[in-house]
C-alpha cells in the first residue's frame, strides 16, 4: 500500500450533548467533564471541543451613559479629544502634502491655516492635546506599576517623573529653536 496516497477515513462532525463514546480510544479522548451537559463538537478524530451554549444577558444602556458620573465623563472627554487630536493630526499631513505638491498648494494651505474656522479647530486641538495629555499621564500609575522591593512606587512619582520628561523634551526644543536650529 502506498501510504503517500492512502487516507485516514474521515468520521462525520456530530453534535453530542452530555454523552461520553462507548468504546475505545475515542472515549479516553474525550473530556472528563463531558457528562455535564455541555455541547461537544466532536471532530474527525472524536476529538470533543466544548461548546457554550450559554447566552449572557446585556443589561441595555441609556445613549447618554457617560453623563452619570465624573469617571464617566473624563473617559468619554479623553476618548473625544483623542479624535480632535487626530482630525489636527490630518491637518498637518495635508500641510506635508502641499508643502511636497508645490509653492501654489503650499501658499493654499497657508491661507487656509489662517482662516478664523481653522484657527478656532486649531485652538481647540491644542486645548484636547492638553486634556488629552493630562488624562493619559493620570492613568499612567493605574497601568504600570513599579516594584521598588516589596512595595509599589507611588502613583505621585510616576505622574511627576512624567511631566519632568515632559518639561525636559519641551526646554530641549525651546532651546533648539532660540539657538537657531531651525534656520
Do not use: C
Not at 489636527?88 to 499631513?93: A, I, T
Not at 482662516?115 to 478656532?120: C, F, Q, R, S, W
Amino acid at each position: 500500500m502506498n501510504v503517500a496516497t492512502s487516507r485516514p477515513r474521515a468520521l462525520p462532525q456530530r453534535a453530542v450533548r452530555g454523552q461520553r463514546p462507548a468504546t475505545g480510544a475515542a472515549r479516553r479522548a474525550f473530556p472528563a467533564h463531558a457528562d455535564s451537559g455541555v455541547l461537544t463538537v466532536l471532530d474527525e478524530r472524536g476529538v470533543g471541543q466544548p461548546m457554550s451554549h450559554r447566552r449572557p444577558y446585556f443589561r441595555p444602556l441609556p445613549r447618554l451613559w457617560f453623563l452619570r458620573s465624573r469617571e464617566f465623563r473624563a473617559y468619554a472627554l479623553r476618548e473625544v479629544s483623542s479624535f480632535v487630536v487626530g482630525f489636527f493630526v490630518l491637518d498637518l499631513v495635508v500641510g506635508l502634502v502641499a508643502l511636497h505638491l508645490g509653492p501654489q498648494a503650499w501658499e493654499w494651505w497657508l491661507r487656509l491655516q489662517v482662516h478664523p474656522v481653522n484657527v478656532a479647530l486649531i485652538v481647540l486641538a491644542l486645548a484636547m492635546t492638553i486634556v488629552h495629555a493630562v488624562t493619559w499621564f493620570a492613568a499612567a500609575p493605574k497601568i504600570v506599576k513599579v516594584r521598588l522591593g516589596r512595595s509599589y512606587l507611588g502613583d505621585g512619582w510616576i505622574i511627576a517623573a512624567q511631566y519632568l520628561a515632559l518639561a525636559a523634551v519641551a526646554a530641549a526644543l525651546v532651546f533648539w529653536l532660540i539657538l537657531g536650529g531651525a534656520s
